[in-house]
């Protein structure tokens, strides 16, 4: 199935029943600042630490349950690899654990994450999707000598290495069911972290907000510290520290991405160690197409595929 937009509502209409079958415990992780993160885990039997663990990181207004996570990380439980499908604050499960608002640029959180993980196996590999993604290239470049030696890969999927051309593409009209749906759910979550932290958030700030680009200017960036949206974007946009990676990384995009403009992808400088796939159609987070995995997520075999060839190294 060919086409940005079909590939991208078709991937989502077809993850969008999928339910986690394997078994799970929960556990919590506290980053810097008293942060409390909630990871669901299904670990293989056996000894754990012999088996490698992947780290599942979903996107925007997404959680553990997100259909896309849910495929990738039941086809990596298949391979032999414990699944970590960590929730960003506040997202799903987490809201009272944690009642705060996320965005692309905690990379403290998910370093903690890493390095809880790391101490209880012998490889582990990060799988981003959308923010996600960009949090976890951000993480590994910014965090550098901090990464744990069991850090042995990573895989970004549909990543927006330059954040506000992401905004920007998501203004356009033939983008505007993508733009509502965002801010549906933002301000949805908005309320509800609102309603449990009024002395922290102004009441009815996210309802008069007509676009990404006004949210962050309005609540990301008020309220993580950023002197406005492009002093967030700028900060938070893994593309301009690419080449201070230093661990094996696929990032896989596509051209037909309604949401990611290709030259925002192809203009940064690559280390020799991070490889860009760009294919010609997969629209964003879509990847439809014949695989192994559930809901036609073919990015999740070639995930699987790339992480299992480097834990064997």
Avoid at 46 to 64: N, W
Avoid at 249 to 262: F, G
């Amino acid at each position: 199935m060919a086409g940005g937009h079909r590939q991208t509502l078709a991937g989502h209409l077809a993850r969008g029943h999928l339910s986690w079958r394997e078994p799970v415990e929960d556990a919590v992780v506290t980053a810097p600042g008293d942060i409390k993160l909630l990871l669901r885990i299904s670990w293989q039997l056996g000894s754990r630490h012999e088996r490698p663990a992947v780290i599942l990181v979903h996107g925007l207004e997404g959680c553990d349950a997100s259909g896309y996570v849910l495929s990738a990380g039941e086809l990596a439980y298949r391979a032999g690899c414990h699944v970590i499908r960590m929730n960003l604050r506040g997202c799903g499960d987490a809201l009272r654990l944690c009642p705060l608002l996320y965005n692309a640029g905690v990379s403290e959180d998910l370093l903690a994450v890493i390095q809880w993980v790391s101490a209880r196996v012998r490889q582990v590999a990060i799988v981003g999707f959308s923010l996600g993604a960009n949090l976890g290239l951000l993480t590994l470049a910014r965090h550098r000598g901090a990464i744990p030696d069991p850090v042995a890969a990573m895989v970004a999927v549909s990543p927006p290495l330059e954040l506000a051309d992401a905004a920007d593409a998501l203004d356009r009209p033939s983008n505007y069911i993508y733009q509502r749906y965002f801010l549906t759910r933002l301000g949805a979550s908005y309320r509800r972290r609102q309603s449990l932290r009024p002395d922290l958030y102004q009441a009815d700030v996210e309802r008069s907000c007509r676009s990404l680009w006004e949210y962050d200017e309005r609540i990301t960036a008020r309220y993580a510290g950023y002197r406005g949206a492009r002093d967030y974007y700028q900060q938070s946009s893994a593309g301009p520290h690419l080449t201070d990676i230093d661990r094996p990384v696929l990032i896989l995009s596509a051209c037909d991405d309604p949401l990611i403009p290709s030259q925002s992808i192809t203009r940064w400088p690559l280390p020799p160690q991070v490889r860009l796939e760009l294919t010609e159609t997969g629209g964003h987070v879509g990847f439809l197409g014949r695989t192994r995995a559930r809901g036609g997520f073919w990015a999740a075999d070639r995930t699987v595929s790339f992480l299992l060839e480097r834990f064997t190294q």
